[in-house]
């Protein structure tokens, strides 16, 4: 497995691509407040009908990527396949530039999201993951191999502060409820239900950023897209979204696993330990607090 060479050269290395993505934020932030949520006629490769403001925030952040020698490679939900940067740098990045765009349209809060991979697109090669929350400011958490939780910034109008650095509890009240409810598993239902009923609070935007930061700004609660009926290989991408959100909440000390009921047998698998075949590929996602995430494994 790629490894950089020093922590001291992954922590210069990430501070610049750190930069580069507080800087491009601002940039997409302003885009957003201009935009109206205008549908282009084009789609991206998953068939998502791809609103002005995608395309522009894929153009801002390879603009942003593309000066960066440590680069190796990027990869945008928004493009078919990875382009080629710096051939002697040690990093690509796969990421969503804006997550949850269509609800722009009812002024709901969106995001970009950013998995940072030492080497190739695995999961195991993962040093750093961040996402941006374009909400009533911009906010940014940022984890990595360097130390543990979620650094969370906020822009003040000069400079992004660090407000905290985010943890979860073992145990937490919230639940975001992914996929179409008729079209869940009964073991998944049963889960979901037995949460409410125990005085769990439905929090879903429909935005994964939003709702994800939500529970870790919160300290806890489970985040669920499960395997449907109509989406039996889940509808989040592994290496835009779920590999980076998943290497977030376990700095954050909570868990991120897959789930298969095959014969009412449940097991849970880490997403981190799953392997892509393509760039684009999806899986069934859990996010949680520990103690949420055993109890839907079993
Ligand atoms: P559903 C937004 O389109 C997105 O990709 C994620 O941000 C979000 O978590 C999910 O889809 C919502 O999907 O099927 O619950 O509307």
Request: aromatic share 12%.
């Amino acid at each position: 497995m790629f490894k950089p060479h020093t922590s001291t050269t992954l922590q210069q290395d990430l501070e610049s691509i750190f930069t580069s993505i507080k800087q491009a934020s601002l940039d997409i932030y302003a885009m957003l407040q201009k935009n109206l949520g205008e549908y282009t006629e084009s789609t991206n490769v998953t068939g998502d009908t791809q609103l002005q403001a995608d395309v522009q925030a894929d153009i801002i952040l390879q603009e942003a990527f593309k000066n960066i020698v440590c680069i190796k490679q990027i990869c945008s939900e928004e493009q078919e396949n990875a382009i080629p940067l710096h051939k002697n740098g040690l990093y690509s990045i796969a990421y969503d530039p804006l997550d949850g765009s269509s609800l722009m349209g009812a002024n709901l809060s969106v995001g970009s999201i950013f998995g940072i991979y030492a080497g190739d697109f695995l999961p195991q090669n993962l040093v750093a993951s961040a996402y941006v929350v374009y909400g009533m400011v911009v906010g940014i958490g940022f984890a990595s191999l360097l130390k543990e939780g979620v650094d969370y910034f906020t822009y003040n109008g000069k400079e992004f502060d660090l407000q905290k650095c985010l943890r979860l509890s073992n145990k937490g009240k919230l639940n975001a409820t992914g996929g179409t409810q008729k079209n869940w598993s009964k073991a998944h239902k049963m889960k979901i239900e037995s949460l409410f009923n125990a005085g769990y609070r439905l929090r879903y935007s429909g935005g994964m950023v939003p709702d994800l930061h939500h529970i870790l700004v919160k300290g806890g609660g489970l985040f669920s897209y499960p395997a449907t009926s109509d989406a039996p290989n889940g509808k989040l991408r592994m290496l835009f979204e779920v590999f980076p959100f998943a290497f977030i909440f376990e700095r954050a000390g909570g868990k991120a696993v897959f789930i298969s009921e095959l014969e009412s047998k449940t097991t849970a698998t880490p997403l981190l330990e799953l392997q892509p075949k393509h760039l684009h590929d999806t899986t069934p996602c859990y996010f949680g607090s520990t103690w949420e995430i055993d109890f839907v494994s079993h």
